[in-house]
């Protein structure tokens, strides 16, 4: 069975731009988690989508918004991009919210 | 407030030998731990979890304690390899796993040969 798979692999944008990540679940999997990673802060978690609602939502601005489609495929979208958020954004997968979630290699940002 | 601590950022351990990786939470409400490994370029891999009704789930090499009254959650590892070297981070969840995962910074486990 594929992993989850997150596409583009590496990103780099300037500042004041918008950004969109994708995350493919594993194969019948319906929850799709994304986190941010900064060395800082470790894994802080973005928002939590199931079945294309979203469940839960993290502590971070408006900025960063998701949708996740009718087959659970996910998108993260982050508008007027700034220095800080140049982070590995982690998508992760479950085949319910309550189960095991695995992860994505990442989509490495960077906003110059 | 960091509700999922892990205070050591690094540990070094010879071969052979036993790791141990530790994990304080803050949130009782907290049920459901888990440990996540994670080498460079690549996303976090899932090793182990336990339930707050078990205070010990093992897994081959890896065995995680808990203690619910201390709030502590451990990792070992034995014996340790050097393919075991990565990042290890803590996760916990409320609500039997139905909260969003709250992960520690991590640490970084060297095993030297």
């Known amino acids: 069975k594929a992993g989850v798979t997150q596409t583009p692999r590496y990103l780099i944008k300037t500042r004041g731009q918008q950004v969109t990540l994708s995350c493919s679940p594993i194969?019948?999997?319906?929850?799709v988690s994304w986190y941010q990673q900064t060395p800082g802060q470790g894994l802080q978690f973005l928002f939590e989508y199931f079945s294309e609602t979203q469940r839960n939502k993290g502590n971070f601005p408006g900025r960063f918004s998701g949708r996740q489609f009718s087959n659970s495929r996910s998108e993260m979208n982050v508008s007027t991009l700034e220095l800080g958020d140049s982070a590995l954004y982690l998508c992760?997968?479950?085949?319910?919210?309550?189960?095991?979630?695995?992860f994505g290699p990442g989509t490495r940002l960077l906003v110059l | 407030d960091q509700q999922v601590k892990q205070n050591s950022p690094s540990l070094s351990v010879q071969e052979g030998r036993i790791s141990i990786l530790n994990c304080d939470y803050t949130n009782s409400m907290f049920d459901y731990f888990l440990w996540y490994k994670k080498y460079p370029a690549e996303g976090p891999t899932f090793l182990i979890s336990i339930s707050s009704i078990k205070d010990k789930n093992e897994d081959g090499r890896f065995t995680v304690f808990l203690n619910k009254s201390a709030k502590h959650l451990s990792l070992h590892i034995v014996p340790s390899q050097p393919g075991d070297s990565a990042v290890y981070f803590c996760a916990a969840s409320a609500n039997s796993g139905n909260t969003p995962l709250v992960f520690g910074k991590g640490t970084r486990l060297s095993v030297i040969a």
């Open positions: 992760a997968s479950s085949g319910t919210v309550q189960e095991t979630q695995y």
């Open positions: 194969s019948g999997h319906r929850s």
